[in-house]
């Protein structure tokens, strides 16, 4: 009962924070719960923030760039061309939330232990490693209003075209810090 109390507490603190559709639209929504319900907890004040930056209308009319959301957080707003072939990036200390305004994006995700083909070595200071390849991926198609959010343990392979041709994308990227739990 203490568990479900607890659920039902950070449910309703998420809600009033949030568009429904952000994070329990289960059909518009790829997310692993369990890794999101233990990051909420513990950098609840920079979700809240990037979830009410998502939530404000005016979010959706910037032009493309980066803006600051909170210290540790930022967005950027992506206005481009979905890509017929991209290499797979893996973030070790940073966790990526996309959420799609105009286009359709295919995001191939995968385990970081899948990765081949290294193309470039992790850099610490963008926090970013790339490969050529996963031996095993999930693909995920994203439409006006769905979200993806990745964590450390989802390599992923952004922006690449769902039907096979290049498309205009409108989205918004979301940077959050990741903490390990203790």
Same mark, same amino acid.
């Given at each position: 009962?203490?568990? =479900? &109390?607890?659920?039902? =507490?950070?449910?309703?603190?998420?809600?009033?924070?949030?568009?429904?559709?952000?994070?329990?639209?289960? &059909?518009?929504?790829?997310?692993?719960?369990?890794?999101?319900?233990?990051?909420?907890?513990?950098?609840?004040?920079?979700?809240?923030?990037?979830?009410?930056? =998502?939530?404000?209308?005016?979010?959706?009319?910037?032009?493309?760039?980066?803006?600051?959301?909170?210290?540790?957080?930022?967005?950027?707003?992506?206005?481009? &061309?979905?890509?017929?072939?991209?290499?797979?990036?893996?973030?070790?200390?940073?966790?990526? =939330?996309?959420?799609?305004?105009?286009?359709?994006?295919?995001?191939?995700?995968?385990?970081?232990?899948?990765?081949?083909?290294?193309?470039?070595?992790?850099?610490?200071?963008?926090?970013?490693?790339?490969?050529?390849?996963?031996?095993?991926?999930?693909?995920?198609?994203?439409?006006?209003?769905?979200?993806?959010?990745?964590?450390? &343990?989802?390599?992923?392979?952004?922006?690449?075209?769902?039907?096979?041709?290049?498309?205009?994308?409108?989205?918004?990227?979301?940077?959050?810090?990741?903490?390990?739990?203790?």
């Amino acid at each position: 009962m203490k568990q =479900l &109390s607890a659920f039902i =507490l950070l449910l309703s603190a998420l809600c009033t924070c949030t568009p429904k559709t952000y994070l329990w639209n289960e &059909s518009a929504t790829t997310v692993d719960r369990a890794v999101y319900d233990r990051q909420y907890r513990i950098n609840q004040a920079e979700w809240d923030a990037a979830f009410a930056w =998502l939530a404000d209308p005016a979010s959706r009319e910037l032009p493309a760039g980066r803006y600051e959301i909170t210290e540790r957080t930022y967005a950027k707003v992506q206005i481009d &061309s979905t890509r017929l072939s991209q290499n797979f990036e893996d973030h070790h200390k940073g966790i990526d =939330l996309f959420y799609i305004v105009e286009g359709e994006e295919l995001v191939n995700v995968a385990r970081p232990e899948n990765m081949t083909d290294l193309v470039s070595a992790y850099n610490e200071a963008k926090d970013v490693e790339y490969y050529r390849s996963a031996s095993e991926f999930t693909p995920v198609v994203l439409r006006p209003g769905d979200m993806i959010i990745l964590f450390p &343990s989802d390599a992923h392979q952004p922006v690449l075209a769902p039907d096979g041709k290049r498309g205009p994308i409108h989205k918004l990227i979301v940077k959050l810090p990741y903490t390990e739990p203790e």
